[in-house]
């Protein structure tokens, strides 16, 4: 909080300048001075529960004993952090958790990693005569991935209080009293009954060795392990983990408190996940296929083959790069492609469903990246509007961030999703359209802005183009609050609601008046908007009549947050919407403000960056454009160009590809770090798997033998992102290290040394192969990257974080190690906020569009089947757990059993008309689809709306269950066309009803990785 009032303290005779109140444990720490403490975390709520973190400070009436974590620092205070009367103070207090510690020390968990051994140490305590036997209690299962042994807890209430403020998840509590004092899931339940994560936060934050992981192998003491700072490899948010390893095994993934944008937070996939690493199903050595099976050879003999391969079907090769190598490799890979094989056929998994959202921005404002960051977004937003899928579920780190900051700083959320998130727990407001008209709602929004007077007219004439012709446009009778309130389902008022919030960066919700918007916690009914009493001229009254008190620096910024990618996609059309909003707004170029699509893997956009797809060469150029010769000339110059010419065309992308294929228009194929028989945007995986089979050539690159590979005629083992060195771009444009922990294991080799040695094998000289050359030659290449080395992106940076508490700041500098781009030279700090000054248009302005009223079948299909007897509405989800094509997470131990089975979300009333009973088996039929239903696991609650459903299923499950994979494309379109909702028919599964949810087997091809994890 860089603005908060700066006060001087003393502390140990050194003055330190923090944030006015910030809590004296914090300011100790900017200094280095780290207090011992059981139950404080810097960014929680003060407890001061166990006194460990006592401190002198000087007072009215002389130093003073103050626990340090609860107590905030006022000028000119002076600090005293040790001398003879702390330290009695504190010894005091270790003998005390002595009496009944189990001094089980050589079998525990944190041996080595344990602050009740380290202050025992520090302050002397090394048994006392006054012990009593402890209560002796069983260590208990918590859940498949956590342990509890009670005996060890100190009862200082860190882990519940994590998972309550950092979680959100509340899925822990204090049960018993006094002396018998214990933290438990609430009534003796599993953690798998609350809404526990299953994110290992608790695990993490205990300070002793009373919760542990069954998944976190530490066969190896903690002092044994290096610990490997580096970039986790499953979502975009681009999390710091510690990965701890000895004897080339991962053990344990770990986090430090104010390190990294996630403030050492992970998600359950972060943490437990990361098993796939030392799988025994890891493919160790390369395979050709000799007489129809794949067998083992050496890599030379691998490599030469597919070279030759490649070479022989040059002209008719397609090449798949992967959004979970690092941006040297994906770099490497398109340079072979286009200068070793003379082609643009490149494309990278998943692509095709988030470009458009990406495509809108860079036509509209210049970059097809989100405009702000996730710091400045939790930050400095006054209202965040989350629309589209979870990102609770989609990027949980941010999802725990935001809810945090959401209840902390009093900001306003606005969810506009059809079905109940679970971020409406901390919303404002929830309005819950009909899947499919997002856009018509965000139009509507904008339609009442423009009533309201609330347009930023100023911003509007001197940064944008068009904003006249598309104000114009709002005023059609289609936009209209009868018309929208009609189309979407949400009522009138909580139309002007969300947009009095958004424009006013949630400081008014409109004339008081109107009837006020229902939080969505007390929401159990349906919200059908065309059955609400409002009068639109009434309405229109009170806003016009009505002016939101400005403050006198303007309004708080507005953000806009959506995930880019996964069965509910917003249509390329409401990405347009929401542009012109937030520019209509002037909130596009300041920070905390902006619009966000959050891409989905961990290196999605760098793939996009490295031009890993068929029109765009590296940095954005299209292929077809005159400066993309620039580029041709750079590389004409380097000796690495043995193809005639690139194309001026662009290539094929991955559907086209495998449709060429069939047509045996590409003959070879060479698949990187993915899964296409499962995820290509192609409903029927049988198809794509037969047009595989007719290419003369297919290598497939991997870490797994997935189910591509398996038809391959080489495949090519690769090294685990914890094996290699380089760079991922986080959904933010945040570049940062991937480092390499253990070696490639087996004879497993680097993606970027397989695609070298294809590259020589191909004629090219290739003189940078080193991650390090190569980050080097794409800063020369891309100007986005200009500025980018590896030593850059070792140098630490600190950004403040000031965390306003009840009557004190929570205050700390998180480190974190990346460069936003563009970040054009050596000199160049990077680009938190895009647009600050003006657009990366070629006017320099945004180009907003003009919008026209949506004809849209799927409201009609809607409205005629609202109600209709035995008939619901779903909406279709990936759930948290399990990963894209389930390639790295069914290889993990935890996610494959902690929901493994597809979830069907239902009202409670629907259910009881169904004859469907919470927590049951369930078989679900779409309209539509012949053959076999789905088989789901029936979740019902209230906050489901009435007439409407929601299908959680992984994307594994829609590759290999063909019913599954028909009914996401039944329930999505891909190519932009975005979500829809289709009438499904659910009833009770034949023999299967009422049987408990746990002794269902997984569906879900899950793979026991290790024997030594076995429950
Ligand atoms: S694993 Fe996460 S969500 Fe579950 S109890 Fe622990 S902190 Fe809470
Ligand atoms: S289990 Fe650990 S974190 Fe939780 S109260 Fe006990 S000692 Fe503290
Ligand atoms: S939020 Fe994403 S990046 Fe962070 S730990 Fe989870 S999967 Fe990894
Ligand atoms: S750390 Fe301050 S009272 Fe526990």
Partial sequence: MADAKQITVTIDGIKVQVPN????????????????????????????????????????????????????????????????????????????????????????????????????????????????????????????????????????GRCVRECDEVVGAVALAFVERGVETLIDAPFGKSLLETPCTSCGMCVEVCPVGALSSRINLKMEHHWWQRKTETTCTYCSVGCTIKLGSTRNQVYEVRSDDALGVNDGVTCVKGRFAMDFINSNNRLGTPLIRRDGQLVRSTWDEALDLVASKLNASKGAVGVVASPKITNEENYLLQKVTRLGLGTNNIDYDGRATEAPALKVLGEMLGYPAMTNNLLDTRQKAGCVLHIGDSIYETHPVYGNQLQRMIRLMDKKLVVISPRWLKMCEWATLWLAPHAGTEETLVNGIARVILDAGLVNQEYLDSRTANSADYLNSLRALSFSLTEVSRKTGVPMRDIVAGAYLYATGGTDNGPNDLPQPTHPSNLPVSRNGSKAADNEANVLNQIKSYQPRKPDNGFPPSTVIFPAEGPYTLTAKAVVALTNMALTTGNIGRAGAGVNPLVSDSNCLGANDMGCQPGYFPGYRPVNADNAREMEELWIADPDRVAPEVPADPGLDLLH???????????????????????????????????????????????????????????????????????????????????????????????????????????????????????????????LYGGMSFSRLDMTEFVEDAIPMPAAVSYKQLKVKSLMWPCIDRLDPGTPVLYKEKFATPSGK?????????????????????????????????????????????????????????????????????????????????????GDPVYAISLVYDRVLEGRAFLAITLEQTGTNRAVREARYALMNAYGDGAKAVPIWVRPAPNMSNTPMRELQPVATANVLNPSIQP
């Fill in 21 to 156: 109140n910030t809590y004296v444990w914090d300011a100790c720490r900017q200094i280095g001075i780290e207090i011992p403490n059981f139950c404080y975390i810097p960014g929680l709520r003060a407890f001061g529960a166990c006194r460990m973190c006592v401190v002198e400070i000087s007072g009215r009436k002389g130093w003073e004993l103050v626990t340090s974590c609860s107590t905030p620092a006022t000028e000119g205070m002076e600090v005293r952090t040790i001398n003879e009367r702390v330290w009695e103070q504190r010894n005091m207090i270790m003998e005390a958790l002595d009496t009944d510690h189990p001094v089980d020390c050589p079998i525990c968990e944190a041996n080595g990693d344990c602050r009740l051994q380290d202050y025992g140490y520090e302050y002397g305590v090394v048994g006392t005569d006054n012990r009593r036997p402890k209560i002796v209690r069983p260590a208990e299962r918590l859940s498949p991935a956590i342990d509890l042994d009670r005996d060890r807890c100190v009862v200082c």
């Fill in 657 to 783: 590809m495998i449709e060429a294929a069939e047509l045996r228009g590409i003959k070879a194929m060479w698949i990187v770090g993915s899964n296409p028989v499962l995820s290509a945007e192609e409903p029927d995986s049988n198809r794509v798997r037969e047009a595989l089979k007719k290419l003369d050539f297919l290598v497939v690159q991997d870490i797994f033998l997935n189910e591509t590979a398996e038809l391959a005629d080489v495949v090519l083992p690769a090294a685990s992102f914890a094996e290699k060195e380089g760079t991922y771009t986080s959904t933010e444009r945040r570049v940062q290290r991937v480092r390499q922990a253990i070696q490639p294991v087996g004879a497993t080799h680097t993606d970027l040394a397989i695609i070298a040695g294809v590259g020589e094998r191909l004629g090219m000289a290739l003189p940078a192969v080193s991650p390090k050359d190569v980050l080097d030659e794409i800063a020369k290449v891309v100007p």
């Fill in 846 to 930: 945004a180009q907003m569009v003009s919008t026209k009223a949506l004809q849209s079948e799927t409201t009609e299909r809607m409205e005629a089947n609202i109600g209709a007897e035995g008939t619901l509405m779903a909406t279709l989800g990936f759930p948290l757990f399990p990963f894209r094509t389930g390639t790295l997470s069914r290889q993990s131990y935890a996610l494959s059993r902690v929901e493994p089975d597809p979830r069907l979300h239902i009202n409670s009333k629907d259910a009881a008309k169904l004859g469907i009973v919470d927590q049951t088996p369930v078989q679900v039929t779409i309209e539509g689809i012949e």
